[in-house]
C-alpha cells in the first residue's frame, strides 16, 4: 500500500491557513498552539509538524512510509523543505510509522488531529476505510478536540470520491459524540493550480 499511494508534502503556511486551528478574524479555536498536542495523518514530506514543533505545540506526524524515509523521498515527486528534512534528523521519535485507519496511540490524547490528502482524496474509494480512519482521529481526541480533515468535495475528485464522501457526512451526522462543521469549496476561476485555500474542509469538535 505504501507503495502504491501518493506522497504528500503540503507547505506548513498554506495547512496553517486550511486547518485554522488558531484564531484569526473571528474563527479558529486556539489563541497559540503552546502545550497542545497535535498529530498531522499521513503527513508525507510536509514540513506542517516541523513548523509545529517551533510553535511550542507537542506535534507528531504519522505517515505509513516513514518505515523508510529515504524510499518515501525517492516516491516524492518534489524535494522536501529543509525545515522537514531538519526535524525528522532532530526528532526521529515524532515521525511514527501507522495508517490512518489504526492510529498506535492513547485513546483521548490529542487536542488536534489533522489529515489533508490522506483520508479525502486517497482512502475515499473506500467508504469503510475511510470512515474507519476517520472515527480513529475522533478516538485520539480530547473532549472538545478538533478533527480537520480535508480536501472535502474538491481537488482532483472523482464521481465516485465524491459519492463517498456524501454517504461519510450521512453516517458522521448519524453520531452524538461530535458535532460538524462543512467548509464547502469555494468556486474561483482555476489558473491551473490546486488553491489550497478554495478547498472544502470537514471540522470534527468532539463533545465534552
Same mark, same amino acid.
Given at each position: 500500500?505504501?507503495?502504491?499511494?501518493?506522497?504528500?508534502?503540503?507547505?506548513?503556511?498554506?495547512?496553517?491557513?486550511?486547518?485554522?486551528?488558531?484564531?484569526?478574524?473571528?474563527?479558529?479555536?486556539?489563541?497559540?498552539?503552546?502545550?497542545?498536542?497535535?498529530?498531522?495523518?499521513?503527513?508525507?514530506?510536509?514540513?506542517?509538524?516541523?513548523?509545529?514543533?517551533?510553535?511550542?505545540?507537542?506535534?507528531?506526524?504519522?505517515?505509513?512510509?516513514?518505515?523508510?524515509?529515504?524510499?518515501?523521498?525517492?516516491?516524492?515527486?518534489?524535494?522536501?523543505?529543509? +525545515?522537514?528534512?531538519?526535524?525528522?534528523?532532530?526528532?526521529?521519535?515524532?515521525?511514527?510509522?501507522?495508517?490512518?485507519?489504526?492510529?498506535?496511540?492513547?485513546?483521548? /490524547?490529542?487536542?488536534? $488531529?489533522?489529515?489533508?490528502?490522506?483520508?479525502?482524496? $486517497?482512502?475515499?474509494?473506500?467508504?469503510?476505510?475511510?470512515?474507519?480512519?476517520?472515527?480513529?482521529? $475522533?478516538?485520539? +481526541?480530547?473532549?472538545?478536540?478538533?478533527?480537520?480533515?480535508?480536501?472535502?468535495?474538491?481537488?482532483?475528485?472523482?464521481?465516485?470520491?465524491?459519492?463517498?464522501?456524501?454517504?461519510?457526512?450521512?453516517?458522521?451526522?448519524?453520531?452524538?459524540?461530535?458535532? +460538524?462543521?462543512?467548509?464547502?469549496?469555494?468556486?474561483?476561476?482555476?489558473?491551473?493550480?490546486?488553491?489550497?485555500?478554495?478547498?472544502?474542509?470537514? /471540522?470534527?469538535?468532539?463533545?465534552?
Amino acid at each position: 500500500m505504501a507503495t502504491e499511494c501518493p506522497v504528500s508534502g503540503n507547505d506548513s503556511n498554506g495547512l496553517m491557513e486550511f486547518h485554522g486551528l488558531l484564531r484569526k478574524n473571528g474563527e479558529g479555536f486556539w489563541d497559540s498552539f503552546k502545550d497542545k498536542k497535535v498529530l498531522d495523518v499521513c503527513a508525507g514530506i510536509s514540513d506542517f509538524t516541523g513548523k509545529l514543533l517551533l510553535l511550542g505545540a507537542d506535534a507528531y506526524a504519522l505517515d505509513y512510509g516513514y518505515a523508510d524515509i529515504q524510499e518515501l523521498l525517492i516516491r516524492a515527486r518534489w524535494s522536501p523543505s529543509p +525545515l522537514f528534512s531538519r526535524s525528522v534528523i532532530q526528532n526521529p521519535e515524532r515521525y511514527i510509522k501507522g495508517s490512518a485507519h489504526h492510529l498506535p496511540f492513547p485513546s483521548k /490524547t490529542f487536542d488536534g $488531529v489533522v489529515s489533508y490528502y490522506g483520508v479525502f482524496g $486517497v482512502l475515499d474509494d473506500n467508504v469503510d476505510l475511510a470512515y474507519a480512519s476517520i472515527s480513529e482521529g $475522533v478516538r485520539l +481526541l480530547k473532549p472538545r478536540g478538533i478533527l480537520s480533515i480535508g480536501p472535502l468535495m474538491s481537488g482532483h475528485i472523482t464521481k465516485r470520491q465524491a459519492a463517498s464522501e456524501e454517504e461519510i457526512l450521512s453516517k458522521l451526522e448519524g453520531r452524538n459524540d461530535i458535532a +460538524l462543521v462543512v467548509r464547502n469549496p469555494l468556486r474561483r476561476p482555476f489558473f491551473g493550480y490546486q488553491d489550497i485555500s478554495r478547498m472544502g474542509k470537514l /471540522t470534527i469538535i468532539k463533545n465534552a
